[in-house]
T-cell receptor
Framework: DGGITQSPKYLFRKEGQNVTLSCEQN?????MYWYRQDPGQGLRLIYYSQIVNDFQKGDIAEGYSVSREKKESFPLTVTSAQKNPTAFYLCASSIGVYMNTEAFFGQGTRLTVV | GNSVTQMEGPVTLSEEAFLTINCTYT??????LFWYVQYPGEGLQLLLK?????DKGSNKGFEATYRKETTSFHLEKGSVQVSDSAVYFC???????????FGGGTRLMVKP
């Protein structure tokens, strides 16, 4: 079945450590996105990518980094510079960034800093 | 740019009650409109969509009609169940240079 897979589902990180969240899609979508969701809040865009080897900052990119070396993969690194990283992270993909189409979401990764 | 405004929650209803969650939007061009649902601890799932004015999207007893004259896409269900308890997000996308845009989400709590 086609879809988006995020791993791991739960992740614990010590303060000062970098951690990478995985996102893989087999929908042949060009566009991929990372969102952050805090308890009781909506979605905030961290980074997005329209095509391989290209990505753009979203609204809250500070303290995060991404790469897009393959069409299927868009990993997110939460660096030690991110001051409050504990949150629920959602990866999504769509046919294109600026098209009249919906996005498909993964199941999310809950990151907790301990 | 685009924007989506939803009614603030939580919305608390008894089982079998009628549900309305309001959603209004501003957008350039002719956007497509979506409702997503998020169950606790999970990602967002597409619930329904409408791609042009007067279209009605429907799924699992939920429906919403794309009203261009009032720039609205209100979500309705005639009889909610406890299993409908979730957070609902209204969203739009268009091809006029703007990205997929989400509302802030509305939490629905259905009590038996």
């Amino acid at each position: 079945d086609g879809g988006i897979t995020q791993s791991p589902k739960y992740l614990f990180r010590k303060e000062g450590q970098n951690v990478t969240l995985s996102c893989e899609q087999n929908l042949n979508h060009d566009a991929m996105y990372w969102y952050r969701q805090d308890p009781g809040q909506g979605l905030r865009l961290i980074y997005y990518s329209q095509i391989v080897n290209d990505f753009q900052k979203g609204d809250i990119a500070e303290g995060y980094s991404v790469s897009r070396e393959k069409k299927e993969s868009f990993p997110l690194t939460v660096t030690s510079a991110q001051k409050n990283p504990t949150a629920f992270y959602l990866c999504a993909s769509s046919i294109g960034v600026y098209m009249n189409t919906e996005a498909f979401f993964g199941q999310g990764t809950r990151l907790t800093v301990v | 740019g685009n924007s989506v405004t939803q009614m603030e929650g939580p919305v608390t209803l008894s089982e079998e009650a009628f549900l309305t969650i309001n959603c209004t939007y501003t957008a350039t061009g002719y956007p497509s409109l979506f409702w997503y649902v998020q169950y606790p601890g999970e990602g967002l799932q597409l619930l329904l969509k409408a791609t042009k004015a007067d279209d009605k999207g429907s799924n699992k007893g939920f429906e919403a009609t794309y009203r261009k004259e009032t720039t609205s896409f209100h979500l309705e269900k005639g009889s909610v169940q406890v299993s409908d308890s979730a957070v609902y997000f209204c969203a739009l996308s268009n091809n006029a240079g703007n990205m997929l845009t989400f509302g802030g989400g509305t939490r629905l709590m259905v009590k038996p």
